[in-house]
């Protein structure tokens, strides 16, 4: 996976403390939620694979929102809650590199998906009569395939670009995951260029898709004034949801990359919120503002003997 002679194989994680005791409540605390982030989208996955009930498009796309949330979690939690109770935090090259890939394929996939679900609720608000013509099977399995491959390119992009960067010096990368930014000061060259590439690759896609979602809800938000008192309470229920969705997501995301090549204290804290944060909020928001899916819930997860 190389492409520059570097004489560093292996990188160090420098990890959220170096604090013994504070390390184990890392532990602790990481470990719950990672599994209690794993529990919750995989009830979502499999509630709307499982019950009848959950059918139109915006479960389909909710499905693999979860799908992508848990894995997307999986990328950075299990290395942060490993090292915070082993005494050499090393990560290989490869394995960094590897990393830096699956953290924004699957983080591209919950931008996509996101846009998608707008879209989706744009539809089914301002174009109700031709919703179902709209969004039907081969549309909806079209716009995931594309979401899927759009994200395949921005994350082999994204690997492309660090893949450049030779690193023959210090190998202390100050994060619990191999992030671009404090990998871009470890590196034996200008990287200037580089970093304008990967604001021009992950910064971009961050705003624009954080600008169409927030314009696609606010002509929602517009649009209900057309409608009756009942459907506009129901509608304003799903688009804050969403709403607080893509802000939770989003704004961490464009802080981290749309900046020059430095680092902040206050960064692994904001890693720490899209990279686990998130993941967990996200099913627990739909989950609790969803009328559908707690009543899937109960009917399959609670009526069974």
């Known amino acids: 996976m190389e492409l ?17 005791v504070k390390e184990k409540i890392v532990f602790v605390v990481f470990l719950f939620l990672y599994l209690a982030t794993l529990l919750a989208n995989l009830l979502i996955v499999l509630t709307i694979r499982c019950s009848g009930m959950l059918g139109s498009p915006m479960y389909f796309f909710l499905f693999y929102l979860s799908f992508a949330d848990a894995c997307f979690a999986t990328t950075t939690a299990p290395r942060l809650i490993v090292d915070a109770v ?21 983080g591209g996939i919950e931008i996509f998906v996101l846009i998608i679900m707008s879209f989706d609720h744009y539809v089914a608000i301002c174009k109700p009569l031709r919703y179902t013509t709209i969004m039907s099977q081969y549309v909806c399995g ?7 491959v759009g994200s395949c ?11 450049q960067l030779p690193f023959c010096g210090p190998n202390v990368i100050d994060h619990f995951f191999c992030e671009v930014q404090p990998l871009l000061k470890l590196a ?8 304008l590439l990967i604001v021009s690759n ?3 896609i961050c705003i624009v898709s ?16 057309h409608k009756s008192a009942g459907g506009r309470k129901k509608a304003l229920s799903t688009c804050t949801s969403h709403i607080i969705v893509v802000i939770l997501f989003f704004v961490p995301c464009i802080f981290t990359y749309t900046r020059p090549p430095l680092t902040f204290q206050v960064d692994k804290m904001v ?6 944060g998130t993941p967990l909020l996200n099913p627990l928001i739909y989950t609790l503002r969803n009328a559908d899916i707690k009543k899937a819930m109960k009917k399959l997860w609670c009526n069974q003997q």
């Open 4 to 20: 520059n002679n570097n004489t560093v194989t292996e990188f160090i994680l420098f990890g959220l403390t170096q604090d013994i």
């Open 86 to 106: 082993s005494k050499r935090k090393v990560i290989s090259y490869n394995e960094c590199m590897t990393q830096i890939f699956t953290v924004h394929f699957f």
């Open 142 to 148: 079209a716009l995931l395939k594309l979401a899927w």
């Open 153 to 163: 390119i921005h994350s082999t992009v994204q690997l492309s670009l660090i893949l």
């Open 188 to 195: 034996c060259m200008d990287t200037y260029r580089i970093n």
């Open 202 to 204: 992950t910064g971009t």
């Open 210 to 225: 954080f600008i169409l979602l927030i314009m696609s809800y606010v002509f929602i938000l517009h649009s209900l004034s």
């Open 271 to 276: 890693a720490v919120f899209y990279t686990i």
